[in-house]
């Protein structure tokens, strides 16, 4: 995919051998937002940690994690973590996040559609589902072009220096051919 500023951006499957490169992502990444779940020099892994992590998205049935590269360098991660209980298999959780200098530019559009194009393609995911803090329009715009709607409110969600900020449940009910029993 093209960038605004004539880039090229590369979505690929995470791989292993793309451990430290994550660790180092994620590491720079916190310093730009705090609309993510984890802060600043928060993050406990290790690069065998993080290599058996990736290892257990790729082995997953119905999960998938993507990284987005523009000349090599990680500027984009985005994942489905698929619920491994049976009972709650059909549905996982998107999780995205992009470098600060590269927002704009479309690379959000496009993980998601890398996304919800895995998810349709997953004979398991039926659901999909986020949790995105109210005061963050820019990605509420994005979910709501894939077409996910407001599910809940909730409120408190998030303590960031001692101030709380509440958040939306979105989901997306992906189009399939599937089957519901109703109890009556």
Not at 101 to 124: C, F, H, S
Not at 159 to 184: C, R
């Amino acid at each position: 995919m093209k960038l605004k500023d004539g880039f090229t951006l590369t979505i690929d499957h995470a791989q292993e051998a793309d451990a430290t490169a994550i660790l180092e992502y994620l590491n720079v990444v916190s310093t730009e937002t705090d609309q993510l779940i984890f802060e600043e020099g928060t993050i406990p892994f290790t690069k065998t940690t993080e290599a058996a992590f990736i290892r257990s998205m790729k082995e997953s049935p119905n999960s998938v994690l993507y990284t987005g590269k523009v000349n090599g360098r990680i500027v984009a991660v985005a994942s489905i973590q698929g619920y491994r209980r049976k009972k709650m298999q059909h549905r996982g959780v998107i999780g995205i996040s992009i470098r600060k200098p590269y927002w704009n530019q479309g690379i959000g559009t496009a993980m998601m559609r890398a996304l919800v194009e895995y998810a349709k393609d997953n004979p398991l995911l039926e659901i999909l589902e986020l949790t995105v803090r109210k005061d963050n329009p820019h990605a509420i715009k994005l979910y709501r072009n894939f077409d996910f709607s407001i599910t809940a409110t909730y409120e408190r969600c998030y303590k960031i220096k001692n101030q709380y900020y509440d958040a939306y449940f979105m989901t997306l009910h992906l189009e399939k051919n599937t089957t519901q029993k109703d109890k009556g």
